[in-house]
Each structure stands twice: as C-alpha cells, then as structure tokens.
C-alpha cells in the first residue's frame, strides 16, 4: 500500500472531496492557490490571507490597545521572530530558562516569566505568593490546592478599596480572599497570620496610599507586593522603575505598548516568587496555571518585543504619535466651532490621544454617531471607546460630547484615511 501521496494525488483526492463536500453545500469549495491567485509560501506552502477566507473584516485601530480590538500590529521584527520559531520544536523548559535570564538582564530584575498576558501574569503572582507563604507547614501540597483548597492555609490579599478593578478576577482564581483597606491605620492592622501578599493596581485613580509607603508597611510585615502596571508603558523605564522601587512583582502586558503578541505577558520581581509562579504555570499540569499556555512562538515574540521596545525612545515614540494627531487635527480646522487638544493620560496609555469638541448646534452629529459611521464606512475605522460616552476610561477627560481618537496603534499613513473620513463625517453635518 501507498503511504505517501504524492502532492498531485493529493490535490486531486482534495478537489474531489472538496468537490463532494460543494455537491452537499458544505460552504464554498476550496481551492488550490493556482485557482485562487493566492501566492505561494517561500517555503512552499500556500499563502492564504484567512481574514479575508474567513469574511473578517479588517479595521484602522484608532483605537489603541484594546483587547477586543486586537489590541497592537507586531513590528516586523517581532513578527519575524515568531515565524523563525514556528519552524523548529525546542526542549520547552530550555526556552523558559533562556528567555527569562535574558529579560531579567534587559529588564534589571532578579527574574523574569514571560505568562500569557498581563492577567495571566496577575495569577501565577498571586500563586507565587500562596505557594512560597504555605509551603513551610504545607510543603508541595499547596501547589495543587490552589485554588479550591486554600481556605485552610493563609490566603488573604491586602489592597486598597479604590485598587478594587476587573482584574480582581485574575487573583480570585487563585482561592484568595480580599482585605480591604482605606487608610493608612487600616492597612497598618489588615496583617495577619494569613496574609500572603499585597497588590497594587498602578493606574488606580484613587486610594490614599501611595507606592512607596504600601511597599514599606507590607515589607515591614515580611509580606511581597505585587503591581499591575499591564498598560503602563511608556515610559520605557516603568520596565524597571517598580521593581527597583521595591515590588517584589510586576506585571506587564505583553500586547500592549511593547507590541508583543497579544497573549503573552511579563512577571518581573523577586527569584524565589518568580519560581514558585513557574511552578504554578504550565507545562505542569496540575497547577493553576495549566491554562495559560504559553507557546514558544509566544515566548520567542514577547523576548523579540522587549528587543524593539527597548530600542524605541519615549520622545521619538512621543513626536511620531502627536505627529498623527496633527494630521488629523489640521484637516478639521475648516469645520465651525470644532477644537482640538491632544492630552496625554498620567500613568496608563500615558501617549498622545486627540480629543475634538464642537457644538453640536453647528455641526449635527453625535460623537457616537460619529463613531458608527467610521466604524461602518471602508475602510473600517474603530475610534477610542471613550467616544461619546462618560464611562471612565483610561484616564480620559471624557463626556458625551468628546471624540476621542487614539492614534498610538496607527499603521503609518493611516492618519490620513482617519483625517479625510473624520473630515468628510463632521463637514457633512454642517448645518445650513
Ligand atoms: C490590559 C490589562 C490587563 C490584562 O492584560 P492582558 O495582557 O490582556 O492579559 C490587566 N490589568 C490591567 C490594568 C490592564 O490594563
């Protein structure tokens, strides 16, 4: 018997199954890349866009970095590298190793994990600091009874009433419970004989204590402090700055800012923490973090977009991106009673966004309305979500009467479709 088809063979049996498969309606019939035009792989596959074999419409992201939109376009040489890694299988744990002294160095830390996200990064902390709290009466036990069996051991998380954020989520997967805290006399007394860590949600908009005093009370106790700061660069320096301040943790999304493959994430801090959270993270299978698979093309990625990132520089990032607002805010100039500023976020997404206001006396659309017909013309254009609404968001000055676009994940030359569409949207509602 044959066991190899020959390439021919195969794409015959293929048009007829794919023939078959058209006779009984299930979808349309594929076909090969002679058929389709669609041009072949240097290395000799066949290059298929499936954006457009899937029917997915493709957006402008004037945005920024939102999960829901994808968040951020790889720069070339990340995207090579994830492809150079595609191509050859590694002893995974090599992988690991290699790539978190190589990021602990870059990134002036003790240790570095790349995690499947920032979130990801949040719940292989928080199991850090359950495991390395537990394991003196508990010993390895502790690894499987996060999250469902930790009620016995010490598992309480100190944090500010006003740090309280979505992302709680990511360390309730890890069994804990929360101790709030509103005042500095609170949090002198939340410590206990469970405690196991306190967090600190960097772009909080409130809450009365600071970094450094939360890192001095919860050092004084002999307990770590972990920070989010997901969306919190640029700066490039926030890559160091919180750990050396004295966050025993630190996470950062990977597909934010740095342009990393959107599910990947770092854990930079303490040795022994960064090692409890591998423990807990996947290819071991009975922990917490088995989910949260990281991939070596992710891995690779991640490594790649630190490289690029920290080869960019904060004024040179910085002028390109209030060049784009210029762009769009010179090509409004015409419309009557419309203004511009550009206004930077203090502490996440802290790049230009642009914000136009007008009186919608004069000019008869809602920023809303404004948004739908982008997001419905061609190309698509998605504008910053704050838009139109008085959801905080990212630290925006918003209200229904703002446009908001975020012009920091734009592809070079796309300011200007965003400029003419804008334009032509506002000039069109211009009242007699
Ligand atoms: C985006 C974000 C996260 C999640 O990051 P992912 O990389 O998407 O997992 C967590 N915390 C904060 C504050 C964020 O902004």
């Not at 349309?28 to 499936?50: C, I, Q, R, W």
């Not at 850090?128 to 010490?154: H, S």
């Not at 005093?213 to 700055?241: E, F, K, T, Y």
């Amino acid at each position: 018997m044959r066991t190899v088809l020959s390439r021919r063979a195969f794409l015959k049996s293929s048009r007829r199954a794919i023939a078959a498969g058209s006779l009984l309606g299930i979808g349309k019939p594929l076909a090969t890349f002679a058929e389709t035009g669609n041009s072949p792989t240097a290395d000799g596959g066949v290059a298929v866009d499936y954006y457009d074999k899937l029917g997915v419409t493709k957006i402008i992201n004037a945005a920024g970095t939102y999960t829901f939109l994808t968040a951020s376009i790889m720069p070339p040489e990340v995207r090579y590298a994830v492809s150079q890694a595609a191509l050859s299988p590694v002893r995974l744990k090599d992988l690991e190793v290699a790539a978190g002294n190589y990021l602990a160095q870059r990134l002036q830390c003790e240790a570095a994990l790349i995690s499947a996200g920032a979130a990801s990064a949040l719940t292989l902390g928080m199991a850090a600091c359950v495991t390395v709290a537990n394991r003196p009466a508990a010993g390895d036990a502790i690894l499987e009874e996060i999250p469902t069996g930790i009620d016995q051991f010490r598992n309480e998380v100190v944090v500010q009433h006003a740090h309280r954020y979505e992302y709680d989520h990511a360390l309730l997967n890890c069994g804990i419970k929360f101790v709030e805290v509103r005042t500095m006399s609170d949090y002198q007394a939340a410590f206990g004989s469970k405690t196991v860590m306190a967090h600190f949600f960097n772009a909080a908009e409130g809450g009365e204590i600071g970094r450094e005093d939360w890192i001095r009370v919860a050092h004084q106790h002999g307990i770590p402090c972990m920070n989010d700061a997901a969306a919190d660069v640029p700066p490039i320096s926030n890559l160091w700055n919180y750990t050396r301040m004295g966050f025993d943790l630190v996470c950062f999304s990977g597909g934010k800012g740095m342009r990393g493959p959107q599910n990947a994430g770092l854990l930079l801090g303490r040795k022994d923490l960064i090692a409890a959270a591998t423990e807990n993270n996947s290819p071991n299978s009975a922990r917490v973090g088995r989910g949260m698979k990281v991939a070596k093309e992710q891995i690779v990625g991640m490594v790649a977009a630190v490289d690029w990132f920290l080869a960019q520089t904060d004024e040179g990032m910085e002028t390109k991106f209030r060049g784009r607002a210029n762009v769009i805010a010179d090509s409004l100039k015409s419309i009557p009673s419309l203004s511009c500023e550009i206004f930077v976020p203090p502490v996440a997404n802290h790049v230009p966004h642009l914000l136009i206001r007008y009186d919608q006396q004069r000019v008869k659309i809602a920023p809303l309305e404004v948004a739908a017909a982008l997001r419905n013309g061609t190309p698509s254009i998605e504008l910053n979500p704050a838009t139109g609404t008085r959801d905080a968001s990212a630290g925006l000055p918003i209200d229904e009467h703002t446009i908001v676009v975020g012009v920091w994940m734009l592809q070079d030359g796309e300011d200007k479709i965003v400029a003419g569409k804008l334009h032509s949207v506002l000039a069109g509602a211009v009242s007699a």
